[in-house]
Nanobody
Framework: QVQLAETGGVLVQPGGSLRLSCVAS????????MAWYRQAPGKQRELVAR???????DYLDAVKGRFTISRDNAKNTVYLQMNSLKPEDTAVYYC?????????WGQGTQVTVSS
């Protein structure tokens, strides 16, 4: 079955950049909607960015202009490029694959933005 594996989460300084990657096993990737979610301590999980199978993207208002989601179907990989990071971006970031009737999640990767 499909499994997702996120990598790239580390401690970074405010204003820094980071790229998260998520590799999907299985054969559904190219026809699936991919997304990144995040959950900060004590807060609800929120959608950060989404990319449809044909390439259209959507972003959380708080990250517009700073984050970019992209996908490489040949590598079954979705990326989240994060620039101008703020302490408020600190959270566990989760990769999500969605194609009816499937809804798959990775285990998450910790991103900490702190001086």
């Amino acid at each position: 079955q499909v499994q997702l594996a996120e990598t790239g989460g580390v401690l970074v300084q405010p204003g820094g950049s980071l790229r998260l990657s998520c590799v999907a096993s299985g054969s559904m990737f190219s026809s699936s909607t991919m997304a990144w979610y995040r959950q900060a301590p004590g807060k609800q999980r929120e959608l950060v960015a989404r990319i449809l199978s044909f390439g259209s993207t959507d972003y959380l208002d708080a990250v517009k202009g700073r984050f970019t989601i992209s996908r490489d179907n040949a590598k079954n990989t979705v990326y989240l490029q994060m620039n101008s990071l703020k302490p408020e971006d600190t959270a566990v970031y989760y990769c999500n694959l969605r194609r009816v009737p499937f809804d798959k999640w990775g285990q998450g990767t910790q991103v900490t933005v702190s001086s």
